[in-house]
């Protein structure tokens, strides 16, 4: 798509991006510390990913390849959407391949492919304050990162062990950055928190409403909060996915009818494409082809 | 100082911009990883090209900034007034960057911001320029950003400026960030990388 001329590369005037640019150097040299800057309004409404389309239009450089995911998938509204501002604010390529993208941003997903170095993650972060939930007050949730009081947090863990039986919380999964930061992963499901961990890849996020910018520099000690006697656990599923049969992906649960059909299909669609691809079969593949012709 | 003087910023601005942050963003994220400049832009003497790509791309009207005696030319003086517009400090530890010749690092940087327990982005990002990588002193890193360990060696950091910034690195969460400024190269040591001796 030709880049439209009338906006300034990546869309955001040059001092935004420097003032963007001087945030995420200083999140890189404290990481999981949440850097205040002062996001602009973008031409959507805050949720839709404001925060991190400001980090990708300040790291973006012409010859990058940018890829988009909502939920793991390529192909929906908010990914879509974000894909095509970049086409046509930046001139960029755009790809649905995780191994071809040198800047994937993502609302709510890590890819299940493994990153390699050189790739840039750009999270979409509602509320950065993992505290924020425990403690209203910036004030206060600020001089608890200061004095790393974070005894709060292991409270509302264990409230949820002596409630549930278990640690209830499935997605945005606080974690310890480096031994040092509590850290809002953004909502993604815990089933990604150990790909945070010594990734290779470089980690930005980025919060508009908030605006609040921090960072994960690659090969960095990322810790899923636990407790001796119940460690950290991931989500599980019975069945491998319904269309390639992956057994070590995140599955979604979709509703196929009125009368509680359902079936569980990868949420990383750029996954399940490869794999089915490659040959790879699910038990309900055949049916759903049938269904659909 | 007439227009004939002033040296040129950027080429071509945005790009230019855009390509040199991603390598001072690789860099901070990599520490101690030397990444070759993408872009090589006129110096106003004796600024080599590191610290104009970084004073080029950093700097603007919102920041603070001080440049040691030895490097304030009229010329570098004009250049970071003109292309870029930062505010000059007086003091050098009410400057949000500073650029200095890397001898004078080991008197210069416990006088700088270190930041505040609620606000540690609020330290002072230092620029030191150097003849390039491969010196004498090399010191073994380890941290975010570093697979295992590796290897430093600044050409003209000597055992002063190492344990100056060893002791920056123990102030972690507050403390500098030190980008090394080299003719054809950056690197970045942020506070959060240990320094240790080379086991060599």
């Known amino acids: ?293 | 100082m007439t227009v004939q003087e002033l040296t040129p910023g950027f080429s071509d601005p945005v790009r230019d911009a855009a390509v040199s942050f991603r390598c001072l963003l690789n860099a901070m994220s990599r520490p101690g990883l030397v990444r070759a400049l993408p872009v090589q832009p006129d110096c106003p003497a004796p600024f080599n090209a590191g610290a104009t790509v970084i004073a080029l791309s950093l700097l603007d009207a919102d920041t603070t900034v001080w440049v040691a005696d030895s490097l304030a030319s009229p010329v570098v003086t004009a250049h970071i007034a003109f292309h870029t517009g930062a505010k000059p400090v007086a003091t050098v530890g009410d400057a949000a960057f500073v650029f200095a010749p890397i001898a004078e690092l080991p008197e210069l940087l416990p006088q700088l911001s270190i930041g505040t327990p609620e606000y540690p982005d609020r330290a002072a990002t230092l620029i030191a320029l150097v003849d390039g990588f491969g010196g004498a002193e090399e010191r073994r890193l380890s941290g975010p950003g570093i697979d295992g360990n590796t290897e430093m060696a600044p050409i003209g950091l000597n055992a002063a400026g190492w344990d100056v910034l060893a002791m920056n690195a123990g102030l972690f969460p507050l403390g500098v960030d030190t980008f090394f400024a080299g003719p054809s190269s950056v690197a970045a040591l942020p506070r959060s990388t240990r320094i240790s001796p080379n086991a060599a």
């Open chain 1, 1 to 293: 798509m030709q880049e439209e001329q009338n906006y300034n590369f990546a869309y955001l005037d040059e001092q935004t991006k420097r003032m963007i640019r001087r945030a995420l150097l200083k999140a890189l040299a404290v990481p999981g510390y949440q850097v205040p800057f002062a996001g602009r309004e973008m031409p959507m409404p805050y949720g839709w990913g404001t925060g991190g389309i400001q980090v990708t239009a300040a790291i973006l450089e012409p010859e990058d390849t940018l890829k988009v995911i909502d939920q793991g998938a390529d192909d929906t509204t908010n990914a879509v959407s974000i894909r095509k501002f970049f086409q046509k604010v930046a001139g960029v390529e755009t790809t649905e391949k995780t191994e071809e993208a040198s800047i994937i941003q993502t609302r709510h997903r890590i890819p299940e492919r493994d990153l390699e170095e050189g790739q840039i993650m750009v999270y979409q972060v509602p509320i950065p304050e993992p505290l924020r939930f425990l403690e209203p007050r910036e004030t206060e949730t600020r001089k608890m990162h200061a004095l790393e009081e974070y005894g709060l947090m292991h409270v509302k863990l264990y409230e949820d062990i002596a409630r549930h039986g278990h640690i209830a919380t499935t997605y945005a999964y606080p974690v310890k950055v480096a031994d040092r930061y509590i850290m809002d992963p953004s909502p993604i499901p815990k089933f990604d928190n150990p790909k945070l961990d010594n990734s290779p890849a470089l980690q930005l996020f980025g919060a508009g409403r908030e605006k609040r910018i921090y960072a994960l520099p690659p090969y960095t000690p990322v810790k899923s909060l636990d407790f001796e006697d119940h460690p950290f656990e991931t989500q599980t599923w019975d069945e491998p996915c319904a269309l390639c049969g992956a057994t070590d992906s995140y599955l979604d649960e979709v509703i196929m009818d009125d009368k509680g059909t359902r079936m569980f299909v990868c949420s990383d669609t750029d996954y399940c494409t490869t794999r089915r691809e490659a040959g790879h079969v699910g038990p309900d593949a055949q049916a759903v082809g049938e269904a659909a012709e």
